[in-house]
């Protein structure tokens, strides 16, 4: 039994190359895809993350605002009331304000300080 060989010409050669030549960039694509399918997977958990956080964040900011819109109206309400709790013989009744601008102080565990004359 005699075997025929065919004889490979250039052509041939040029058709293996480039189904040789496909194959490798198939290959080359299958692992890009696969390399941006992971990198989509870790930026789409990154942007919840992300979005999670901004939530948290500007949750503890309007805390932060109600704090201190409530010290503010505090300050206002102390501010406007009469000198209550005067701990001082000349219990004159006055206002904060009028106290401060006419010199008086107050300290830290809330006794005035009269001016100094």
Do not use: C, H
């Not at 480039?18 to 870790?42: H, R």
């Not at 701990?87 to 107050?106: F, H, I, N, Q, R």
Request: glycine share 4%; aromatic share 8%; proline share 3%.
């Amino acid at each position: 039994m005699m075997i025929f060989r065919r004889n490979i010409t250039n052509s041939d050669q040029q058709i293996e190359a480039k189904e040789n030549s496909l194959a490798y960039m198939i290959g080359n694509l299958e692992n890009a895809i696969s390399y941006l399918t992971e990198k989509v997977s870790y930026l789409t958990a990154a942007v919840e993350n992300l979005k999670e956080e901004n939530i948290e964040t500007t949750n503890n900011l309007y805390e932060l605002e109600n704090m201190i819109q409530s010290v503010d109206n505090r300050i206002d309400i102390l501010f406007n009331e009469k000198v209550a709790p005067v701990k001082d013989p000349d219990e004159s009744g006055m206002t904060y304000l009028e106290a401060v601008k006419s010199g008086w102080s107050m300290t830290d565990d809330g006794f005035w300080i009269p001016p100094e004359k």
